[in-house]
Structures are given as structure tokens and as C-alpha cells.
């Protein structure tokens, strides 16, 4: 079974909006960390933001936030005020901690398009 | 150099062919890591290196044979490839890898992009 669900192929945003693209989990690990990575075309993965099990408070860096809902098994990426630059593919990935070391399990990845 | 890097970005290969994907990393990690990404795939783990010693063989072919010669290069020996091995082939490099995300994100180069005809 997947264990990392991103439901959106695709995703159009306008310049200086927000945009939620959404990832889904699934785990029976009560300790797991939630990553975000960006893919610009040029293909390399480009490390967003982290969210461990137990943080309390929803991971936020610069432009990006986490809204972690533990319960639902929810880790969206919040991107505020989009630029154009953000255009890329975004990846969902999650660790957890029974596989004994640093196993990224990752989703198929929302392509987000910014237009001006 | 800084971070990641990976040559070459490009590779066209026969099945017959033998070549090598190089990784280096300047971040003082000590964990490595190779990645396959196929179109419409989620991304596979293929190889953990950690402390130069491998722990991880993720079910790959041995036609794909990882080297770590020390803690900041990494190779992919590629011999006698399909062409379903075409594909994005991602090297990554963490602190290490105990489990604590301070020291365990996942740091990614640019790719090599292989063609296998």
C-alpha cells in the first residue's frame, strides 16, 4: 500500500497567491519525520521543510509552512505569496522510524505552475 | 564545489556498455545514497551508504554497482543495462543516519539523466 498519497497531478496558481498542496500518510510508527523537497526542472531535489511526529507546532520556513493535522494523517505544504520561481514539482516524502535508518519514502509529487 | 554534486547531468548508453555515475559531496556528511526516478514513479532508494559501509540493497539488479570508496564520494557501475533502466538517477548525502532530523535530512544533487537504447 502507498504510504505517501499526493492527489493532485496538478496545480495552477497566480502570482503572489497561496497555494495548499496536499499530502496524505499512512503509518502504524508512532515517531516519523514528514519532509517537503522541491524539483525545479533542472532535477535537483531541493530540501523544503520538516515536521517531526511530536513537534506541537507546524513546521514553518520563510514562504513555507507545514499544516500538520496528526489525526488525519495530513502534511500540507503551504506556499504564500507564489512566485514564479516556485514553478516545479513538489514532493511529499516521510521516514519513520522502524526501518532503523534514514529510508525516505516518497510520494509521485504535485507539478505546481505559477503564471504572472 | 558546494553540496551535491553529481557528473555526468547526461549519459546515452548501449545495453552493452559499461559506465559509471559519480556523486560528491562537500558537507562533510557521512551517509550516501543513490535514488532512481522513472516518469510517473514514485522515487526508489536503491543503495544507503554509511560510514562507507553499505546498509542498504533496496532488491537492486546487479547489473547496478554501487562503490563508496570514503565518506564523501559515491559511484553507480553501470553494465549490461535495459532500456527500462532509463531513468534520473539521484544521489543524496545526510549527516548520518540515526533517525534524528536534525542530522538526517536528506541533501540531493542535480541527477544524471541515463539513456539506455
Known amino acids: 500500500a502507498q504510504k505517501i498519497t499526493q492527489t493532485q497531478p496538478g496545480m495552477f496558481v497566480q502570482e503572489k497567491e497561496a497555494v495548499t498542496l496536499d499530502c496524505t500518510y499512512d503509518?502504524?510508527?508512532?515517531?516519523?519525520?514528514l519532509f517537503w523537497y522541491k524539483q525545479p526542472s533542472s532535477g535537483e531535489m531541493i530540501f523544503l521543510i520538516y515536521q517531526g511526529s511530536y513537534d506541537e507546532q507546524n513546521a514553518t520556513e520563510g514562504r513555507y509552512s507545514l499544516n500538520f493535522q496528526k489525526a488525519r494523517k495530513s502534511a500540507n505544504l503551504v506556499i504564500s505569496a507564489s512566485q514564479l520561481g516556485d514553478s516545479a514539482m513538489y514532493f511529499c516524502?516521510?521516514?519513520?522510524?522502524?526501518?532503523?535508518?534514514?529510508?525516505?519514502?516518497f510520494g509521485t509529487g504535485t507539478r505546481l505552475l505559477v503564471s504572472p | 564545489e558546494t553540496g551535491v554534486t553529481q557528473t555526468p547531468r547526461h549519459l546515452v548508453m548501449g545495453m552493452t556498455n559499461k559506465k559509471s555515475l559519480k556523486c560528491e559531496q562537500h558537507l562533510g556528511h557521512n551517509a550516501m545514497y543513490w535514488y532512481k526516478q522513472s516518469a510517473k514513479k514514485p522515487l526508489e532508494l536503491m543503495f544507503v551508504?554509511?560510514?562507507?559501509?553499505?546498509?542498504e540493497n533496496n532488491s537492486v539488479p546487479s547489473r547496478f554497482s554501487p562503490e563508496c570508496p570514503n565518506s564523501s564520494h559515491l559511484f553507480l557501475h553501470l553494465h549490461t543495462l535495459q532500456p527500462e533502466d532509463s531513468a534520473l538517477y539521484l544521489c543524496a548525502s545526510s549527516q548520518e543516519t540515526s533517525g534524528s532530523p536534525d542530522t538526517d535530512t536528506q541533501y540531493f544533487g542535480p541527477g544524471t539523466r541515463l539513456t539506455v537504447l
Open positions: 516524502a516521510m521516514r519513520e522510524s522502524s526501518t532503523g535508518f534514514q529510508k525516505l519514502v
Open positions: 503509518t502504524s510508527d508512532q515517531s516519523y519525520g
Open positions: 551508504y554509511n560510514f562507507k559501509e553499505q546498509t
